[in-house]
């Protein structure tokens, strides 16, 4: 059974940066694809990034110039660093796996975590 655990986020101010990891047991890291999502109350999960051993990384069109995903299969770890930070991000940012290829799509995911809430205030 795969577990997954965020952490990260916080209370940050407009233009600083944020990182998140998201930690992996009962699989090893490289079996999966991993991505992040992000939603706010009374919206749907928001695609973020996503990565896998199969295929490079991929972020979505509002995100590609400001995030970064990344993994330590050493620590079963998947980070998430976003740069230049707007009062938007605000959101509960959620890390999910899935078997398989990497995808955009939150329904595709079978495994998640409870999240971490990112706020972005001045």
């Known amino acids: 059974q795969v577990q997954v655990t965020e952490s990260g986020g916080g209370l940050v101010r407009p233009g600083e940066s944020a990182r998140f990891s998201c930690r992996f047991s009962?699989?090893?890291?490289?079996?999966?694809?991993v991505a992040w999502f992000r939603q706010t109350s009374g919206q749907d999960r928001e695609f973020v990034a996503t990565?896998?051993?199969?295929?490079?990384?991929f972020y979505s069109d509002s995100m590609k110039d400001r995030a970064t995903i990344s993994r330590d299969n050493t620590k079963n770890t998947v980070y998430l660093q976003m740069i230049s930070l707007k009062p938007e991000d605000t959101a509960v940012y959620c890390c999910?796996?899935?078997?398989?290829?990497?995808?955009?799509?939150?329904?595709?995911?079978?495994?998640w975590g409870q999240g971490t809430q990112l706020t972005v205030s001045s």
């Open positions: 990565i896998s051993s199969l295929v490079t990384p």
């Open positions: 999910a796996a899935r078997y398989g290829f990497a995808e955009q799509s939150a329904h595709d995911y079978e495994y």
């Open positions: 009962g699989s090893a890291l490289n079996s999966v694809a």
